[in-house]
């Protein structure tokens, strides 16, 4: 009974490690996206990067954003998460980071 438990538990760990590094790949894409667009509209909102990759991660998981170089014609962000665990008496499954990088776009000519 004890090993299903923790077969069980292993498999919902496992799970939540593999939504968590969609949830980063997720807000990198989202950060990386709202930096591209470096030229808004005369008199309209520039968009903040970090918060468009905060808010496309689930808020439980505590996303940290940062810019990830680029340079160039390109922008590129990249989201850090902490593996949440399941499994009582491990505290630690390290962190999962994704970066994405998206060419630079000009809203208005």
């Not at 591209?36 to 970090?50: I, K, T, Y």
């Not at 999962?96 to 000009?106: A, D, E, N």
């Amino acid at each position: 009974m004890a090993i299903a438990l923790l077969v069980g538990l292993a498999a919902i760990q496992l799970g939540i490690a593999a939504y968590a590094a969609n949830q980063a790949g997720t807000g990198a894409r989202a950060a990386a996206r709202a930096a591209s667009l470096d030229d808004p509209a005369p008199g309209g909102p520039r968009l903040d990067p970090v918060a468009a990759g905060t808010a496309a991660v689930s808020g439980w998981l505590k996303p940290r954003v940062a810019p990830a170089g680029g340079g160039g014609d390109a922008v590129a962000y990249t989201v850090t998460l902490t593996i949440p665990s399941v499994i009582p008496g491990i505290d630690d499954f390290g962190t999962t980071t994704r970066t994405s990088t998206m060419p630079k776009l000009h809203a208005h000519p």
